[in-house]
């Protein structure tokens, strides 16, 4: 069976930004550059992506389009001899799943509070909670179904760029925005806020935070860049598609920064106050709201605004839904049709831990974040860097030599892969630990 490609160097990329850019980079990113230092904080996190991410997303995905398999058919065919590492790969499978099944519930209520802001208020309640679920879960499941070129991509091709375009005109509206009456600030100085360098903030625990968001924003170690880069053409250079996505994805986290917090900054008497009680998605779903109403035409934005959080997590959830359907169907041969309504059953039978108690949903996310994923990176890299042979690597790299890479170029990266970023992962894993 003729297996499926991303039709376009263009399409590969917007697929796989649109798996990366979420809300961690709409509220977590805004957040941490604001209390981190600023541009200080910007600097260490770039150096980071540059020396540990890029090298890792370039791991899972050498894995992924090496093997041209799911993420589970992938290491029995690169590792045939090593069955352990076959376990690795039901635990790329396990971690989207396990992250789909809460990301539905706070995707459904991005729904919810879409229509709130076109003035179509149902009543809150778990039960509606699992409606909005259900409803995430089946818009996710419906674009699936349609395939990797004419489900995925053709969706993410026209949803990416209107995403873009929304951001960057509430990021406008909001650093242009006069300030209220009983402010303390302007919008101006909610971006002084966010670009002012102050190295003097910088310690050991903004190094790790910068890791630390960078490994999240990226979606690194979930299996999804693997099964994405399995889609990846042979022609396309790996390094160009990841360094592409981690750039478009720091943009966009830098415009929804120039969104957010000058409004805060502009609308609020008190908006340091509003910032540091609200330090996890409190902010886009309680506060927002409050502000919105205070601009003018802001009900417009406001709807603009739910609508690209929509946007922003349905393209994600389409990147976890994909990762157990390609497994479903490459490991048991079901149709895909098939393998989307088992695997939509299975995440809504576990979403409903998440949609009826908020503090499975907070356990399940620290499970993932702070551990799981983690660990994710660090087998890819170990996998790559230590098992995987080291011209099978080379050859994913210059796409069988038909890119010449510098020799020194190559070497470098190897370090990064087998010693770098390794390290750097380890790091997080302490800190963690250590909290
Ligand atoms: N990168 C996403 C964000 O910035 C969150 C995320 C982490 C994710 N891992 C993922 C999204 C895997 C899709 C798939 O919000």
């Not at 994600?316 to 990762?323: D, P």
């Amino acid at each position: 069976m003729q297996r499926e490609k991303f039709g376009s160097k263009f399409g590969a990329l917007v697929v796989i930004a649109g798996a990366a850019v979420g809300l961690g980079n709409i509220w977590r990113f805004p957040y941490m550059v604001g209390t981190n230092g600023g541009a200080a904080f910007i600097i260490i996190y770039l150096i980071f992506v540059a020396l540990i991410c890029i090298p890792c997303m370039v791991a899972e995905m050498s894995i992924g389009r090496r093997s041209s398999r799911d993420a589970v058919g992938a290491f029995s065919v690169l590792a045939p001899q090593k069955p352990l590492w076959k376990g690795a790969g039901f635990l790329y499978v396990l971690i989207p799943t396990l992250i789909l099944s809460y990301y539905c519930v706070i995707g459904g209520l991005t729904i919810d509070y879409f229509l709130r802001s076109l003035g179509i208020c149902l009543p809150q309640s778990s039960a509606m909670s699992v409606f909005w679920m259900v409803v995430f879960l089946l818009i996710t499941a419906g674009v699936v179904i349609g395939g990797v070129q004419k489900g995925i991509e053709r969706f993410s091709k026209v949803m990416m760029p209107l995403l873009f375009l929304i951001v960057i005109f509430i990021a406008v509206r909001a650093m242009t925005l006069p300030a209220r009456e009983g402010a303390s600030a302007t919008a101006l100085d909610g971006v002084r806020f966010l670009f002012k360098p102050d190295f003097s903030k910088v310690t050991m625990k903004t190094c790790l935070d910068a890791l630390g968001q960078a490994f999240f924003s990226l979606s690194l170690g979930s299996g999804v860049l693997m099964t994405y880069g399995s889609y990846v053409r042979k022609k396309d250079s790996l390094f160009n598609t990841a360094s592409s996505i981690a750039i478009s994805d720091l943009v966009f986290a830098l415009i929804a920064g120039c969104a957010i917090i000058p409004a805060v900054f502009a609308l609020n008497a008190d908006p340091m106050a509003v910032l540091s009680n609200n330090t996890d998605s409190a902010l886009v779903f309680n506060i927002l709201p409050q502000v919105f109403p205070m601009m003018p035409l802001g009900g417009i934005l406001e709807a603009f605004f739910f609508f690209a959080l929509i946007i922003a997590a349905l393209t994600s959830s389409v990147s976890l839904f994909e990762v157990p359907v390609c497994c479903a169907i490459e490991q048991t041969k079901l149709s895909r049709k098939a393998a989307c309504a088992i695997v939509a059953v299975v995440i809504f039978l576990l979403g409903l831990l998440s949609a009826l108690r908020g503090t499975t949903l907070n356990f399940i996310d620290a499970l993932c974040a702070n551990w799981l994923m983690p660990l994710g990176g660090l087998l890819a890299l170990i996998f790559v860097g230590w098992t995987m042979k080291k011209s099978d690597f080379e050859d994913e790299l210059t796409n069988g030599g038909m890119h010449l890479a510098h020799p020194r170029f190559l070497k470098v990266l190897r370090f990064a892969i087998c010693y770098l970023a390794p390290t750097g992962v380890l790091a997080v894993f302490l800190f963690q630990l250590l909290k």
